[in-house]
């Protein structure tokens, strides 16, 4: 049996998935495998959780990554002397490896495609040296495991074998998975034992890209239907949609509804605010705008700055890292006062009496910072072991601290989509490149289902990382056609 879950942004899928892993559990074989397959390490930290606050893990429950189930399950036990080797990441880049000869090919080769292909045949006799050097000293890289687990499942024999011994397989992020692996799982369903349960939202299919980097030279499809995950609908035995979204207020939900292809989501938080765009390009005038809607809605929780490129990001990035600084010394600045109350002198004094510099002191600060508690007695201590010498105090009698830092309940991350896929933050801003990247992405959606551009997903993915507040900002001054388009989905502007 085949099931299919589609499960959109913020659908419970974790907890969905977990549920479904418990009503197999019951009617586990003693001597055969449950196996729980996702994509991060992340993602295995959050299904171990979330599994071990229900039930005690059975033995024969397997949570890991997918390259950590194809060498457990399949490469270690039929490989010969699989179980010999040893992981690596993957190559080198080829610009890395080969860079004197592309160099040299680019000065002597005029015609670009002869130059590609000579380049290619260089690239391919070196991954040849290099994968053989790996064979040596029992090494193998990710994407070769992909190639040769693919390759003995494809054996009628060790299909079987794997199909008896997995009675439940479970594959989490499928939009994720390529067609290399995909081929992988269903060849051990063909086994005829073992149920195929995947669970995944094709609009949140960014990682495109994996096809051209792959070292194995896997091609992506050339029709969207085609994909693992919408293929894998078309042949399933049981298909569901989980379309409540327990993430995002009403109006996020209904943006994100004009670019979702495959089903539409409804919001269970309600209502909040509108989705904003702020006209302005300069990075100071958007940061202090979105900072002020966020104080105007009283908002205090994680805030995410999200861009394709880590480029676009870099002023964001320099804004974050000058707050850390600031809040880090204006929580040392208020340490101090706090250590020159318990000692009862001030901080002139306390310096004086005790022939220290004032440089000296905010090094005892900072010392005293990395402490779950502050009160005279741990001054006197950590004063003593930095110093060598007993510290001089008036005897005070303040028996709490009374230090009152800053705080924010939430953070502030800038990061690229890719990175900030599976999370989410009470406020998000989405920066564009252009205006011709917001007139695509408003007005031409039906590259949802693009196979060869990523890009439209992208936006959708950023959009549905926010919570309560989504704010749209563009590298360029936005312009009257974009703002005319932004209006007409219902995105107010700030000033």
């Known amino acids: 049996m085949i099931s299919v879950t589609y499960a959109g942004a ?22 055969k495998f449950l196996c729980v397959i996702t994509y991060t390490n992340d993602a295995t930290v959050s299904i171990k959780s979330k599994l071990s606050k229900e039930m005690l893990i059975p033995q ?56 590609q292909r000579v380049i290619n045949n260089k690239w391919n006799k070196e991954k040849d040296r290099i994968y053989n050097a790996l064979d040596d000293a029992n090494l193998i890289t990710n994407d070769l495991l992909v190639k040769r687990s693919k390759d003995l499942v494809s054996k009628a ?28 799982f269903t060849n051990i ?37 085609d994909f693992p995950l919408p293929q894998l609908k ?11 979204n327990y993430r995002s207020s009403s109006e996020i939900v209904a943006l994100a509804n004009t670019f979702n292809k495959s089903f539409q989501q409804i919001s269970d938080k309600g209502a909040f605010c509108p989705v904003f765009a702020i006209e302005s390009s300069n990075t100071a005038q958007i940061l202090e705008i979105f900072y002020q809607k ?29 707050e850390q600084e600031h809040q880090s010394k204006k929580c040392i600045r208020i340490l101090e006062k706090s250590i020159s109350q318990q000692v009862g002198l001030s901080i002139t004094d306390i310096c ?67 990175k900030s896929k599976g999370l989410e933050a009470e406020s998000v801003l989405v920066l564009f490149n252009s205006n011709n990247h917001i007139i695509k992405s408003f007005t031409n959606k039906e590259l949802m289902e693009s196979t060869t551009d990523d890009d439209l997903r992208l936006i959708y993915v ?21 703002k005319r388009t932004l209006k007409e989905h219902n995105i107010n502007f700030l000033s």
């Open 10 to 31: 913020g659908g419970g899928k974790t907890t969905s998935m977990v549920k479904a892993i418990i009503e197999k559990i019951v009617t586990l074989d003693t001597n």
């Open 60 to 115: 024969n429950v397997f949570i890991g990554t997918i390259h950590s189930f194809l060498f457990r399950f399949i490469f270690k036990p039929h490989f010969p002397k699989g179980a010999d080797y040893s992981i690596v990441s993957g190559l080198s880049k080829k610009e890395d490896e080969i860079s004197g000869f592309i160099n040299w090919a680019k000065k002597e080769i005029e015609d670009p495609t002869e130059r």
């Open 157 to 184: 024999r060790i299909r079987k074998t794997l199909s008896l011994k997995l009675q439940y397989i479970f594959v989490d992020e499928y939009q994720d998975t390529y067609k290399w692996l995909h081929d992988i």
């Open 189 to 225: 369903y063909k086994g005829k034992k073992t149920e195929l349960s995947v669970i995944g939202d094709p609009n949140q299919s960014i990682y495109g890209f994996s096809y051209g980097s792959s070292e194995n030279g896997a091609r992506r499809p050339k029709k969207f239907n």
């Open 234 to 244: 078309i042949n399933c035995d049981s298909y569901t949609e989980k379309n409540i």
């Open 294 to 322: 966020i104080k105007s809605l009283g908002l205090s929780d994680n805030i995410f700055f999200l861009s394709k490129s880590n480029k676009s990001l870099s002023p964001y990035i320099e804004h974050l890292n000058n």
């Open 352 to 418: 004086s009496e005790n022939n220290i510099t004032r440089i000296q002191f905010r090094s005892l600060a900072i010392s005293l910072s990395k402490e779950a508690e502050l009160d005279l007695k741990i001054i006197k201590a950590v004063f003593e072991t930095k110093f060598g010498e007993p510290l001089i105090y008036k005897e005070q009698r303040v028996e709490k601290p009374t230090m009152h830092f800053p705080h924010h309940s939430g953070s502030s991350r800038a990061l690229t989509i890719h």
């Open 462 to 482: 950023a959009i549905t990382r926010a919570q309560k507040l989504l704010v749209i900002a563009c590298k360029e001054k936005i312009s009257e056609e974009s």
